[in-house]
Structure formats: C-alpha cells, structure tokens
Nanobody
Framework: QVQLVEYGGGLVQAGGSLRLSCAASGRTFSRNVMGWFRQAPGKEREFVAFINWSGGNTHYADSVKGRFSISRDNAKNAVYLQMNSLKPEDTAVYYC?????????????????WGQGTQVTVSS
C-alpha cells in the first residue's frame, strides 16, 4: 500500500520559517515528479511547487516564489518544503503528492498519490 505522510506543520508567527517533510512508503518515487499543494479554508486546493526526479528542475507558484524551496532525497524516498518569510495568507493544510509518471504538472488531478495533509498556521 502506497502512503505519503507529511510532517512538520505547526503554528508560526509571520516572518518565521517551517520545514515540511514527506515520507513515502509502499513504492519508490525516485523516478517520479513530486509536489506540494495547499488548501485554505473555503478555497480549492492549489499548486505550491513541484520537483523532478533528479531534483534538477523545480517550479513554484508565483505566490511562494523566492520564499519557499522544494527538495528531495531519493535515498530516503522523501521530499521537503522549506518555507521562509511566512505570511498569514500561507495558512492552509499542506499536502504532499506524487505522480505515477515523470511529467511535470501544476494540476491537482494529474497527481496520483496524496498524503493526509499537515496544518500550517501563520499568525500576524
């Protein structure tokens, strides 16, 4: 059974930092695109960032560019999201996701595997 489990969410003040981790089990994702999405209350789930299988290609939503950084460790079957200069509007449940194929996408329906989410709350 494939599982993605997120860690590292919490409450932080505006301007602070958090690092989210996502551990995969049940299969290896070392050759797959992996991404982070988020969903704020009353809003649709939205793309945050993705990373290709080698880590050499990344892409970010405009709203987080320059503040967030995605990385991965294929030996650990894990992906990370470093979030700096956090803003109250970054408050959301953050989800780790993986595609079954190694093709880039910012679309939620294109991702085949999802974690349960971790809450990030940024206070002003």
């Amino acid at each position: 059974q494939v599982q993605l489990v997120e860690y590292g969410g919490g409450l932080v003040q505006a301007g602070g930092s958090l690092r989210l981790s996502c551990a995969a089990s049940g299969r290896t994702f070392s050759r797959n695109v992996m991404g982070w999405f988020r969903q704020a209350p009353g809003k649709e789930r939205e793309f945050v960032a993705f990373i290709n299988w080698s880590g050499g290609n990344t892409h970010y939503a405009d709203s987080v560019k320059g503040r967030f950084s995605i990385s991965r460790d294929n030996a650990k079957n894990a992906v990370y999201l470093q979030m700096n200069s956090l803003k109250p509007e970054d408050t959301a449940v953050y989800y780790c996701a993986a595609r079954a194929i190694n093709q880039y996408s910012v679309r939620t329906p294109d991702y085949d595997y999802w974690g349960q989410g971790t809450q990030v709350t940024v206070s002003s």
